[in-house]
C-alpha cells in the first residue's frame, strides 16, 4: 500500500519561498507520476504540477508557471515542489498524489500540507 506523506507547509510572506517535499514508500516504482494539487478554502482542487520518474513534467495553470518548479529525488523516492515569488492566492493545503497508471487517474493522496502567504 502506498503512502504519500508530505512535508515543508508553513507560514511565509509574500514574495517569499517555501519547498514541500512528499516521500512515496510501498512499492514507489509502481506508480509511474506523481503530482502535487491544492484546494484553498471555498475553491475547487486544483492541478499544480506532475512529474515522472524519468523527470518528464506538466504544470497547471498560468498562475503557478514560472514561479513553481517540480523535482524527484529518484534515490529518495521524494517528490519536491520549490515554491518562489508566493503570493496571498497561493495559500491553499496542498497535497501529494500518485497514479498507477501513466494515463489514469489520480488515485492515491496524502493528507496534505497547508502553505499560508501572508501579505
Known amino acids: 500500500q502506498v503512502q504519500l506523506v508530505e512535508s515543508g507547509g508553513g507560514l511565509v510572506q509574500a514574495g517569499g519561498s517555501l519547498r514541500l517535499s512528499c516521500a512515496v514508500t510501498g512499492r514507489p516504482r509502481s506508480y509511474p507520476a506523481m503530482g502535487w494539487f491544492r484546494q484553498a478554502p471555498g475553491k475547487e482542487r486544483e492541478f499544480v504540477a506532475s512529474i515522472s520518474w524519468g523527470g518528464a513534467t506538466t504544470y497547471g495553470g498560468d498562475s503557478v508557471k514560472g514561479r513553481f518548479t517540480v523535482s524527484i529525488d529518484n534515490a529518495k523516492f521524494t517528490m519536491y515542489l520549490q515554491m518562489g515569488s508566493l503570493k496571498p492566492d497561493d495559500t491553499a493545503v496542498y497535497y501529494c498524489?500518485?497514479?498507477?497508471?501513466?494515463?489514469?487517474?489520480?488515485?492515491?493522496w496524502g493528507q496534505g500540507t497547508q502553505v499560508t502567504v501572508s501579505s
Open positions: 498524489v500518485a497514479k498507477t497508471t501513466i494515463s489514469g487517474a489520480w488515485v492515491y
